[in-house]
């Protein structure tokens, strides 16, 4: 199972919020590339970035440390946060990421996604599935929706889209273990489906369930910043 750490961005800094509740921020770090280049070193291959300042703005804002990351390391880096027009695909991009992360724009216009898709390439987006009682939430989860998560994953399988993650919110943040009944479900229903999982991560033992009930990779924040996860543990 792929490990794959996150930073989110607030003001060119490295931060985590609890619950996806910006007035719960805590600072980890000013500068996100020394946090990136901790991760190379210790033999991580790929980077979860998030830029919260877009994701709240509905437009991208922190491409500069994408850039920065991008170029000055080898990891695989995902962007995502404030992606709302083809201008902000380009942008992420041009910048250096190896795939826009797309959640909120999937959910309330389904159409240019799918424009987005076949002129980009489905195998450029990670779906991002963030759910409030299995229902999908968005504009940095300080909306919930009425679509269950199975049917948003469901349509866009068939729109091309392999790689998804979800997340958790009641969990994001916490350090009190992940969804693992409502991963476990998503995987049973689309077993060809790359699954990644998100949120709430305490400590190995839960990757290691993680691992056990299929997921293809798991996103990791707060429990590595925390030092509940060494860097050492993850490779």
Avoid at 36 to 62: C, P, S, Y
Avoid at 225 to 235: F, H, P, Q
């Amino acid at each position: 199972m792929e490990i794959i750490p996150a930073i989110d961005i607030i003001e060119g800094k490295c931060v985590r919020l609890t619950q996806g509740d910006y007035s719960q921020m805590k600072i980890y770090n000013e500068h996100p590339l020394e946090v990136a280049r901790q991760f190379e070193n210790a033999g991580i291959r790929r980077l979860h970035l998030v830029d919260l300042d877009g994701a709240k703005a509905g437009e991208v804002r922190n491409w500069k440390a994408l850039e920065t990351i991008a170029g000055k390391t080898s990891l695989i880096v995902d962007f995502g946060g404030g992606i709302k027009t083809a201008a902000d695909v380009d942008i992420v991009f041009n910048s250096g990421a190896a795939l826009a992360t797309v959640g909120s724009i999937a959910v309330k216009d389904g159409p240019l996604f799918v424009a987005w898709l076949r002129e980009y390439g489905a195998e450029r987006f990670l779906l991002g599935a963030d759910v409030k009682n299995e229902k999908i939430a968005v504009s940095g989860w300080m909306e919930t929706t009425d679509r269950w998560v199975y049917d948003f994953i469901s349509e866009y399988i068939d729109k091309g889209v392999r790689q998804i993650f979800c997340t958790d919110v009641s969990k994001d943040g916490l350090l009190q273990g992940p969804a693992l009944e409502l991963y476990k479900n998503i995987v049973g229903k689309f077993p060809e489906l790359h699954f990644i999982a998100s949120g709430g991560v305490s400590g190995m033992d839960d990757v290691r369930r993680l691992e056990e009930i299929g997921c293809k990779g798991v996103i990791i924040g707060k429990a590595i910043y925390e030092g509940r996860i060494t860097l050492k543990e993850l490779c």
